[in-house]
């Protein structure tokens, strides 16, 4: 396109350095004016040939206004200088230009998008002859774009850093998108998860529970529903968790997806477990306690009525039930402390002597490994200790200085049998009673019960021997209730 044909199809003077009227507007003409994009064409020295109705109204000019011949640099003073460079490097080099949506600040302060591009013209010799410039306000476009943008952006930070585990499944149990915390609770990454369902990672006897809330809310029983549920992690290990589920449909109101929220509550589970296990342990000891007061209130009365009904004499009685009573007391002592779970058999034995040895407990000798005993046994063994002391106190080895005596035992851990012997060395010779005391039936009656044995008397010139066989199934030791188990 020469210059004489650029004048007629566009009105602009053949001379750009001389102004000139306009000619007639020709239909090109008449049809680029009327574009309902922004469309200008200039010449080499950017010099306005034509532009079009709705270029005018995007740089906020009246539709009438003349441009053709005038410097587009003077009409928009403001136009920033990498525009002007963009401009002449298209009308130098002859290259086509374009931007989908640049910020534009206008005069006023406002900031518009526009969508441009540039080409050259050129004339019929194939010389560049200036420049096509379209232009589109896209400000409407571009500024939804962003806040779509924006919009995401917010909800990738909500979607990966919320404290839960957050996806999004498929109806058909597929994740289609998992964030960093529900990977952190199950261990896999998220290439592992979104290659799995959640079924293969749902703890089998938890499944079935799962799946039929899910039918529920694909049928439409139900919108949502909540689930405390065990995962499989990647390393085997079980993780429970707190799982809420809601279903989003599409707008034909087809399942389109569920979207899960998942919390770990494995520390709170085992809290619960712990604390039911105490509870039961609890109930355990309480009633156990309420067995062995009654235990121990029927033995007390027993002692009473045995003590009063053998001995005529009140303060003998008073003595010989008061000392009863001590190494009862004695063993509870031992059996409080260790919470009712048992006793050692060689602190039983120290304790129900320690009051017939004085500031001599040299002259008491036990011997015999670490027996554990259980609580029954411990307090029939104690009294049955309490009684031989206190006979070898009266009529045997401790009733002089010279007096010794040995408690010897051995455990089969596998049977249960106990084997005991009371020696007694040092003393006067043991005779055997005028009559059976209560002494003698309160060791009898403590082999055949808790003991599940029997007590053998043989009355030397040496001392008093008793051999005792009983049999007790020793348990490992348990500690007590309250942060020792």
Same mark, same amino acid.
């Given at each position: 396109?020469?210059? =004489? ?5 566009? &009105? ?44 005018? /109204? ?5 539709? =009438? ?5 005038? %410097? ?24 086509? #230009? ?34 096509? !410039? ?30 839960? &585990?957050?996806?999004?499944?498929? +109806?058909? &149990? ?36 799962? #799946? ?13 529903? /909540? ?19 809601? !279903? ?33 342990? %609890?109930?355990? %000891? ?20 045995? /003590?009063?009904?053998? =001995? ?15 190494? !009862? ?6 059996? /409080? ?20 040895? $004085?500031?001599? +407990? ?10 554990? #005993? ?13 009684? #031989? ?26 049977? $249960? ?11 006067? +010779? ?48 348990? %500690? ?6």
């Amino acid at each position: 396109m020469g210059s =004489d044909t650029a004048t007629e199809a566009t &009105g602009a003077p053949a001379n750009p350095g001389r102004e000139a009227a306009s000619p007639a507007p020709s239909g090109a003409l008449t049809a680029l004016t009327q574009a309902p994009i922004g469309i200008a064409i200039f010449d080499r020295a950017m010099r306005y040939l034509a532009a079009s109705r709705q270029f005018l /109204t995007d740089q906020g000019l009246p539709g =009438d206004t003349p441009l053709v011949g005038r %410097l587009h640099y003077e009409v928009f003073p403001d136009i920033p200088q990498h525009w002007r460079d963009l401009h002449a490097r298209v009308i130098a080099e002859g290259v086509e #230009l374009s931007h989908e949506g640049e910020a534009f600040e206008r005069a006023s302060g406002g900031v518009e998008w526009i969508r441009w591009s540039v080409a050259p013209w050129r004339t019929d010799a194939g010389e560049i002859g200036g420049l096509v !410039l379209y232009t589109e306000v896209v400000t409407a476009a571009v500024e939804a774009r962003l806040a779509l943008q924006a919009a995401e952006a917010r909800y990738r930070a909500v979607f990966d850093y919320t404290p839960v &585990g957050v996806a999004r499944v498929a +109806p058909d &149990g597929r994740f289609l998108e998992v964030n960093e915390r529900i990977c952190a609770i199950t261990g896999y990454s998220r290439d592992e998860l979104m290659a799995r369902t959640f079924v293969d990672i749902t703890h089998p006897e938890d499944l079935n529970a799962d #799946l039929l809330l899910v039918r529920e809310v694909l049928e439409g029983l139900r919108d949502t529903y /909540t689930l405390e549920k065990r995962y499989l992690t990647r390393s085997g290990e079980i993780v429970w968790i707190h799982l809420m589920v809601a !279903l989003v449909r599409t707008t034909e109101g087809a399942p389109d997806y569920f979207i899960s929220t998942v919390e770990d509550i494995s520390e709170r589970k085992r809290a619960e477990a712990a604390q039911q296990r105490y509870q039961s342990q %609890l109930r355990l %000891l309480i009633n156990e306690l309420n067995h062995r007061v009654k235990n121990t209130l029927a033995t007390v009365q027993s002692m009473a009525a045995q /003590t009063l009904r053998s =001995d005529g004499d009140a303060a003998s009685a008073y003595e010989s039930f008061e000392g009863r009573l001590l190494g !009862l007391s004695a063993a509870h002592e031992v059996l /409080t402390r260790e919470r009712w779970h048992g006793a050692l058999l060689r602190e039983v034995a120290e304790r129900a002597l320690r009051p017939f040895c $004085g500031d001599q +407990p040299t002259r008491v000798r036990l011997e015999g490994s670490d027996v554990w #005993l259980p609580p029954g046994a411990a307090l029939a063994l104690a009294l049955v200790f309490h009684e #031989l002391a206190t006979n070898a106190v009266k009529y045997g080895a401790l009733s002089g200085e010279e007096g010794r005596l040995e408690i010897a035992w051995t455990h089969d851990t596998e049977s $249960g049998a106990l084997t005991l012997s009371w020696t007694e060395t040092g003393g006067p +010779p043991a005779q055997p009673p005028r009559r059976k005391g209560f002494g003698s039936r309160l060791i009898e009656r403590g082999f055949k019960g808790e003991l599940r044995g029997k007590a053998t008397m043989r009355y030397l010139p040496s001392g008093l021997i008793c051999e005792m066989q009983a049999n007790v199934k020793s348990p490992s030791r348990v %500690l007590g209730l309250f942060g020792d188990i």
